[in-house]
């Protein structure tokens, strides 16, 4: 079984600093099927970018994903606000599971 | 507009048993996979178990192998989970969650609000 693990677990910012979010699986990730997820408090999680690097719909450009293998990144450009949340990579190559890394909280500095 | 509806979770006791079900609408239910996602209290995502649009697939966690099954009903566009000897650690807010692709490989595009599920004495 695929173990992700996230870093860092806390990212403290400030808004419009750029948040870079490292995700790395303990065997390689087949095809990128990667995926990030943004949870708020008291909100289902919602999904961010899929296949390693695509944005899913709605998710707006400073949000990039990129990485292969076994090393995954989320970055963030210039941080909203609103993206201050946690965040969880997902692998989901070996259908149908879908493990989930421990998660980064990006919160405000 | 795709909606995910949970119901099913309460207070139980360890050792319990527990039906939960995911009213599926908006898309064509048939079509894709369904997952069941926890979260404990305070606590990350943790995948529970997951299958495909014919039932023909279906996986678990290790934490819940043999005591939960998953199964889907397309006519009635519905998820189920049966929790049976239910512990402690158990306890959480269950997700219906849907597959983003048609594929058997796939993140997970729509979540419902949760039920939750909290086991103890």
Same mark, same amino acid.
């Given at each position: 079984e695929i173990v992700l693990t996230q870093s860092p677990g806390t990212l403290s910012l400030s808004p419009g600093e750029r948040a870079t979010l490292s995700c790395r699986a303990s065997q390689s990730v087949s095809s990128s099927y990667l995926a990030w997820y943004q949870q708020k408090p008291g909100q289902a999680p919602r999904l961010l970018? #899929? +296949?390693? &690097?695509s944005r899913a719909t709605?998710?707006?450009?400073r949000f990039s994903g990129s990485g292969s293998g076994t090393d995954f990144t989320l970055t963030i450009s210039r941080l909203e606000p609103e993206d201050f949340a946690v965040y969880y990579c997902q692998q #989901? +190559?070996? &259908?149908?599971r879908g493990t989930f890394g421990q998660g980064t909280k990006v919160e405000i500095k | 507009e795709v909606q995910l509806v949970e119901s099913g979770g309460g207070l139980v006791q360890p050792g319990r048993s527990l039906r939960l079900s995911c009213a599926a609408s908006?898309?064509?239910?048939?079509?894709y996979a369904m997952h069941w996602v926890r979260q404990a209290p305070g606590k990350g995502l943790e995948w529970v178990s997951g299958i495909s649009w014919n039932s023909g697939s279906i996986g678990y966690a290790d934490s819940v192998k043999g005591r939960f099954t998953i199964s889907r009903d397309n006519a009635k566009n519905s998820l189920y989970l049966q929790m049976n000897?239910?512990?402690?650690?158990?306890?959480a807010l269950y997700y219906c969650a849907k597959a983003f692709?048609?594929?058997?490989?796939s993140c997970f595009d729509y979540w419902g609000q949760g039920t939750l599920v909290t086991v103890s004495s």
């Open positions: 970018i #899929y +296949g390693a &690097s709605g998710i707006p450009d #989901y +190559g070996s &259908s149908p | 908006g898309f064509t239910f048939d079509d000897s239910l512990r402690a650690e158990d306890t692709f048609q594929s058997s490989t």
